[in-house]
C-alpha cells in the first residue's frame, strides 16, 4: 500500500516538504497531533520512501500493555528470564534493527522503562531481559503521541532528557478543524479509497446541509471520523442520523451548534414570505441573543483564566472546571490565541 498525506493546508504541504527532506536521514523523528491527523500515515512515508524501504517497519503502541510486557516486547528476553519464558524471543528493537522502529502513544510509556530506552538511545545496545550480551541495533526511530510532552515534562511525567533525543526532527500534524479548506478534497480521497477496498461503486450522499456540517463540525476524531463518515454514508447509514449525531457531539464537547442549523428547520417548513415575516427576520432571535451573550461571557471568562494562569492550558481549565479538551475547541471556537 502506498501511503499519502492528502491536503493543500500549508501545513500539509510543508510537512510533505519535510517528510522528502529528512526520509534519508535517518534523524529520529517526532510526530505530535490530535488523535486521527495522520502520524501513523507520515511515519509510514518517511520508512517509504527512504534508503530503508526493504527493511522492516515495526510499530509497537506503548500504551496498550502494562510495564512488564512493553519491556519484553521492546527489548526481547532470554530462555528462563522470567516465569513463563520457556524459548528466547528477540524484542522489536532488534527487529527493527535496520528499519523503522514507530515507539506509538511515547507520551504514556511507564518512566522506568523511558530511562532504559534513553540508555538505549545514547548507546545503542542493549541487552535482552535475562540476557547477559549486548545486542546492537541502528534502527530509525520514530515517536508519536497525541500528548502535550511539554505539559507532561512540568507535570513530571515525561523525562526532558528523552524528549531532546527523540525530537530531532518535530513533525505537528493540525487538527482537521484547522484546515477545513481541505475537507472536500478528504472527502474526495475517501469515497474513492473506500470504493477501491470496498470494491462497490457507490457515491456518497452528501446533501448541502450536510457539507455545510462538514465545514462547521469540529472533527474530534479528525481525519480517521471524516473517513469513518464517508464510508458509513456509502454503506447507506442515515445522513440525517450522522447530522444529528454531530450536533449532539458538538454539545457535548461544550460547543455551541451554529445557529444556521437552528434557523435553517423553521426556513424549510414555512416558506411565506409577507412583509411581517422579513421584519422579524432583521431582529435577533432570542436564541441568537444568548448565543452571543454567552460567548460573549464565555469569551471574557476563557481569557481571564489563561491570563490567571499565565497561559498554562491546563490550569486555565481547572480554573474554569472543565477539561483540558473542552478549553481547546472553545479556544479554537472563540478565536482565542495568546497576543505577541
Ligand atoms: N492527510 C491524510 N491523508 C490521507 N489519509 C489520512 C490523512 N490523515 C489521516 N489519514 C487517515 O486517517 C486514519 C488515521 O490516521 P493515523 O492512523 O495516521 O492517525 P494517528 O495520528 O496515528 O492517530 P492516533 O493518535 O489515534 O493513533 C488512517 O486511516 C489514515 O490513512
Ligand atoms: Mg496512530
Redesign the pocket.
Given at each position: 500500500m502506498r501511503?499519502?498525506?492528502?491536503?493543500n493546508h500549508p501545513s500539509?504541504i510543508k510537512i510533505r516538504e519535510l517528510i522528502t527532506m529528512v526520509s534519508d536521514m535517518a534523524l529520529n523523528v517526532l510526530?505530535l497531533?490530535?488523535?486521527?491527523?495522520?502520524?501513523?500515515?507520515?511515519?509510514?512515508m518517511l520508512h517509504q520512501i527512504s534508503t530503508r524501504r526493504n527493511e522492516r517497519f515495526v510499530k509497537i503502541n506503548c500504551a496498550a500493555m502494562p510495564l512488564t510486557l512493553l519491556e519484553s516486547e521492546l527489548f526481547g528476553y532470554e530462555k528462563g528470564a522470567f516465569t513463563g519464558a520457556v524459548k528466547s524471543k528477540p524484542g522489536r528493537f532488534e527487529l527493527a534493527s535496520e528499519g523503522v522502529m514507530l515507539l506509538?502513544?511515547i507520551g504514556d510509556m511507564p518512566l522506568m522503562l523511558q530511562a532504559k530506552l534513553l540508555n538505549v538511545l545514547q548507546s545503542g545496545e542493549f541487552s535482552r531481559l535475562g540476557g547477559t550480551e549486548d545486542v546492537k541495533v541502528n534502527s530509525w526511530v520514530i515517536s508519536?503521541?497525541?500528548h502535550d510532552l511539554n505539559e507532561d515534562m512540568k507535570n513530571g511525567l515525561f523525562r526532558e532528557d528523552l524528549y531532546y533525543r527523540l525530537n530531532i526532527i518535530k513533525i505537528e500534524?493540525p487538527p482537521l478543524r484547522e484546515r477545513r479548506q481541505?475537507i472536500p478534497l478528504?472527502v474526495e480521497?475517501?469515497t474513492q479509497r473506500h470504493k477501491q477496498e470496498l470494491k462497490i461503486d457507490t457515491n456518497v450522499p452528501i446533501n448541502t446541509g450536510l457539507q455545510d456540517l462538514f465545514q462547521d463540525y469540529h472533527w474530534p476524531g479528525?481525519?480517521?471520523e471524516?473517513?469513518s463518515t464517508i464510508l458509513r454514508l456509502m454503506v447507506g447509514d442515515d445522513p440525517g442520523k450522522i447530522k444529528d449525531e454531530f450536533l449532539r457531539n458538538m454539545e457535548g464537547d461544550g460547543l455551541d451548534v451554529p445557529s444556521a442549523y437552528a434557523r435553517k428547520a423553521p426556513a424549510l417548513k414555512q416558506k411565506s414570505h409577507d412583509k411581517t415575516d422579513e421584519k422579524q427576520e432583521s431582529i435577533p432571535s432570542l436564541k441568537e441573543l444568548k448565543k452571543e451573550a454567552t460567548q460573549y461571557i464565555e469569551r471574557k471568562a476563557i481569557q481571564y483564566a489563561l491570563h490567571s494562569a499565565g497561559w498554562n492550558k491546563s490550569q486555565a481549565a481547572k480554573i474554569l472546571k472543565i477539561s483540558y479538551k473542552a478549553l481547546f475547541y472553545k479556544m479554537d471556537m472563540l478565536g482565542i490565541e495568546k497576543q505577541r
Open positions: 501511503y499519502q498525506l492528502i491536503g500539509i510526530l497531533g490530535e488523535t486521527g491527523t495522520g502520524k501513523e500515515v507520515v511515519a509510514r506509538d502513544e508519536a503521541t497525541n500534524l481541505d478528504l480521497y475517501f479528525n481525519v480517521r471524516l473517513s
